[in-house]
């Protein structure tokens, strides 16, 4: 098979066929907890892409390059939260010094990247697949884009609910849930892109 087309057939199965917020599941806690607003949405979104991005590049360099030569391939868990962390603590940093309003909006969200089950979910899958360190960015990165597209969506949604009737029952988290649904039913039509 060609190398690119490969890669391509990555991209489309990691960013919306196999979506990690729709269909496996992982990330939650951002995705419903940011998505009140697109922008601060899009911020989140951004700040995936990039560590997640960057974590399948080094967590696959390093799995590559250090454990799997020194035979230490059982520590890989706690080496990738390690690196998850350190790029998590940078783009904290980054946004509070540079980015201050979209810092404030991710509020507590943003720190919780680091223990985000997606970004280590990432990391693990592209060494369980046995992607090399390329296929691993590019799923890594087609990860995250599916992410932000799934939260800029339902951020979009809640931004036009809050105009809605809505019964008071279902106010709040039973219509973000219910939300999320319908819109991970809608995804699994991506499937016959397989």
């Given at each position: 098979?060609?190398?690119?087309?490969?890669?391509?057939?990555?991209?489309?199965?990691?960013?919306?066929?196999?979506?990690?917020?729709?269909?496996?599941?992982?990330?939650?806690?951002?995705?419903?907890?940011?998505?009140?607003?697109?922008?601060?949405?899009?911020?989140?979104?951004?700040?995936?892409?990039?560590?997640?991005?960057?974590?399948?590049?080094?967590?696959?360099?390093?799995?590559?390059?250090?454990?799997?030569?020194?035979?230490?391939?059982?520590?890989?868990?706690?080496?990738?939260?390690?690196?998850?962390?350190?790029?998590?603590?940078?783009?904290?940093?980054?946004?509070?010094?540079?980015?201050?309003?979209?810092?404030?909006?991710?509020?507590?969200?943003?720190?919780?990247?680091k223990t985000n089950c997606a970004v280590l979910g990432v990391a693990l899958l592209n060494v369980s697949n046995e992607y090399n360190?390329?296929?691993?960015?590019?799923?890594?990165?087609?990860?995250?884009?599916?992410?932000?597209?799934?939260?800029?969506?339902?951020?979009?949604?809640?931004?036009?609910?809050?105009?809605?009737?809505?019964?008071?029952?279902?106010?709040?988290?039973?219509?973000?849930?219910?939300?999320?649904?319908?819109?991970?039913?809608?995804?699994?039509?991506?499937?016959?892109?397989?």
């Amino acid at each position: 098979m060609n190398v690119v087309s490969q890669l391509i057939g990555i991209l489309i199965m990691s960013s919306l066929i196999n979506n990690v917020v729709l269909s496996q599941f992982l990330g939650l806690c951002p995705f419903l907890g940011v998505s009140k607003k697109v922008s601060s949405a899009a911020g989140m979104g951004g700040a995936i892409i990039f560590v997640i991005t960057l974590a399948s590049a080094v967590c696959g360099l390093l799995y590559k390059f250090i454990l799997v030569p020194l035979d230490l391939v059982y520590l890989n868990t706690i080496v990738f939260i390690l690196i998850i962390a350190m790029l998590v603590q940078f783009v904290e940093m980054f946004l509070k010094k540079f980015v201050k309003p979209l810092y404030e909006a991710l509020g507590v969200y943003l720190p919780l990247i680091k223990t985000n089950c997606a970004v280590l979910g990432v990391a693990l899958l592209n060494v369980s697949n046995e992607y090399n360190i390329l296929e691993g960015i590019v799923n890594g990165f087609a990860t995250a884009v599916g992410f932000t597209i799934s939260i800029t969506i339902l951020a979009g949604l809640r931004e036009k609910m809050e105009y809605n009737d809505i019964p008071e029952s279902w106010k709040g988290t039973p219509i973000v849930v219910i939300t999320a649904g319908l819109m991970a039913i809608a995804f699994t039509g991506f499937s016959v892109l397989r």
